[in-house]
């Protein structure tokens, strides 16, 4: 699968192929309406679509008042929020 090829590459230091994969995986997924499952999600900035898998890429806080993960992207800078896992 092309998202465990981006994180094989971001391992070895291959970010920009970690890139080149992620936007292959999507078009290819939004051509087939695939939606990605969860853990996929945070992986990847869904504003400027780099990847976040590594982390030189993003600061992860967690907010325990919002119960929720915010990851910023340092590539543009823009935040996404995540519910954390704990209502399970
Ligand atoms: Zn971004």
């Not at 290819?28 to 996929?40: E, K, S």
């Not at 679509?49 to 993960?69: D, F, K, P, W």
């Amino acid at each position: 699968m092309l998202f465990s090829q981006a994180d094989e590459k971001a391992k070895i230091g291959d970010l920009e192929l970690a890139d080149r994969y992620v936007r292959l995986a999507r078009a290819i997924g939004m051509r087939h309406t695939i939606r990605l499952p969860r853990d996929l999600k945070r992986k990847f900035c869904k504003h400027c679509y780099g990847y976040l898998g590594s982390a030189e890429r993003c600061r992860v806080r967690v907010n325990s008042n919002m119960g929720r993960v915010e990851v910023k992207c340092l590539n543009c800078s823009k935040s996404m929020y995540f519910p954390t896992g704990k209502k399970k």
